[in-house]
């Protein structure tokens, strides 16, 4: 299984908003037959490049034992059902780490597997697998996207001067790392302050990817410039607008986004976009993981609505001191009242310092 979850991690980039899955199929005495993993939307699935990989290999399967990261899919998707390929096949048991979230799965492939006279024995890799592949358990459970914040600061917690400039406060590596969780995500977003301040093109370029990740972009009154630097990557873009204005809509559309009217319906939101909603439509468009590059102030909202799950924190070696923080939701009365975390996991990237934190829990759905 050890081997499978491997395979699967080599789809991170590759498989979304399919999830993250790993295939390997030993022979009775142990030997590799195949091994394979998702390949890109629409694409083969894990046991299916497993299945391909033995018989290019002139490796017969009949008897042997396939460890899967996830349960076969049992239903006719953009492909077929992986359940059936192993039945005929002629594999003998399937060792698999969970059981597919998707209501169209949900624990059909097993039984399919055993009505057939396969063995199933489930667990192995469970941990690892779901971590994996927490967007897509959260997507499918939860019905929204797994929301990670990524913000870039000193030590002191500034993500900018009080001027606004901010390039670069982290290094080249740190850069480069945090395009590499771009890449995992099925979406980047940002905010209309984010795209006016710094016109960013907010794509992959600091390392290898086969698949850019959607934008995002909150933008209550449609601002958006038609020529930024967003339409660059040629890549879907979403806009989440709250005031009504169709010229401007049709404009956008014309330059090959996709607008969405999700304004506020409470008191005090008037004006606004509404994010828990914008998140709930974004899970009904395949959205995963959303990966936030946003200033302070869209930070700030997210934070307060609750709607974040994890933060990745890059910290450089630098004191700014008065500027502009990370999220901006005080001042708070009591230090009760402060929002709690818990570090799941630090690393050195170059000169800096990359911290994984995440509301306690907020996995466990």
Not at 221 to 242: C, K, M, Q, S, V
Request: overall charge neutral.
């Amino acid at each position: 299984m050890r081997d499978a979850l491997d395979a699967a991690r080599a789809a991170l980039t590759l498989a979304p908003p399919n999830p993250r899955v790993g295939c390997v199929i030993l022979s009775s005495d142990a030997q590799l037959l195949g091994q394979g993993h998702t390949q890109r939307t629409g694409g083969p699935h894990a046991e299916i490049m497993a299945l391909r990989d033995a018989q290019a290999r002139g490796n017969s399967v009949a008897g042997a034992t396939a460890y899967v990261t996830l349960e076969p899919c049992s239903h006719q998707g953009r492909t077929g059902p992986c359940c059936d390929a192993l039945i005929a096949a002629g594999i003998k048991k399937v060792v698999a780490s969970l059981t597919d979230p998707n209501p169209k799965v949900g624990g059909q492939g097993f039984e399919r597997l055993r009505a057939a006279g396969i063995e199933v024995d489930i667990g192995p890799g469970a941990a690892e697998s779901r971590e994996l592949n927490i967007g897509f358990f959260s997507r499918m459970v939860r019905g929204t996207p797994w929301v990670r914040m990524k913000v870039a600061a000193s030590l002191d917690g500034q993500t900018a001067l009080a001027n606004g400039a901010s390039q670069w406060i982290t290094s080249a590596p740190a850069r480069a790392d945090g395009h590499a969780w771009r890449a995992r995500a099925c979406a980047v977003l940002t905010g209309i302050g984010t795209v006016l301040e710094d016109n960013p093109r907010l794509d992959v370029r600091e390392v290898d990817t086969l698949r850019q990740p959607q934008l995002v972009v909150v933008d209550s009154r449609l601002e958006t410039p038609l020529d930024a630097h967003l339409f660059i990557a040629g890549r879907a873009i979403t806009i989440y607008a709250a005031v009504p204005n169709d010229a401007k809509k049709a404009a956008l559309e014309a330059r090959g986004a996709n607008v969405v009217y999700c304004p506020g319906r409470q008191p005090g939101t008037e004006g606004k976009v509404d994010l828990a909603a914008m998140l709930r439509d974004l899970a009904t468009r395949e959205i995963n993981e959303v990966h936030v590059e946003a200033g302070h102030k869209l930070n700030g909202s997210l934070v307060r609505e609750g709607l974040v799950d994890e933060f990745l924190l890059y910290l450089a070696p630098k004191l700014l001191g008065a500027g502009r923080g990370m999220v901006n939701i005080g001042p708070l009365a009591e230090l009760s009242q402060a929002v709690a975390l818990e570090f799941r996991e630090t690393a050195m990237i170059g000169p800096d310092l990359r911290i994984l934190a995440r509301i306690p829990g907020r996995d466990r759905f």
